[in-house]
């Protein structure tokens, strides 16, 4: 059995654990803490009590992640591996023809944008 100051002192720790956990609970909500962060809060919960924590998705990242996903796809087809496998390319000037492409296209579209006016 505690001694009663130490009982007292766990029941206000205590207390104020379970207040952070709420005000995490009204900040994920509102999406404003990542979802590592709220695996790690999860696992904070007791067997009498687990916290469990609902994460919002954003439709946007979401379909952004599929065409990551699509997109590493065909360049797993394309060269036959993954790019975390392939360390033979020169991936800075790959990176600049992609951008040099990327203004290519910008200037494309303004230029249209700008002779249909």
Do not use: C
């Not at 087809?77 to 990327?102: C, I, Q, S, W």
């Amino acid at each position: 059995m505690m001694h009663e100051p130490w009982k007292e002192a766990w029941e206000k720790a205590m207390k104020e654990k379970q207040e952070e956990i709420s005000k995490l609970h009204t900040n994920s909500s509102q999406g404003k803490i990542s979802d590592g962060f709220l695996k790690h809060i999860e696992e904070m919960g007791t067997a009498e009590k687990p916290i469990k924590i609902e994460t919002i998705k954003d439709p946007v990242i979401e379909m952004l992640k599929q065409k990551f996903d699509e997109r590493s796809q065909v360049g797993i087809n394309k060269y036959g591996t993954t790019l975390a496998e392939n360390n033979d390319d020169d991936f800075l000037m790959h990176l600049l023809e992609e951008l040099m492409d990327a203004s290519a296209y910008i200037m494309k579209i303004i230029s249209e944008r700008n002779n249909s006016k």
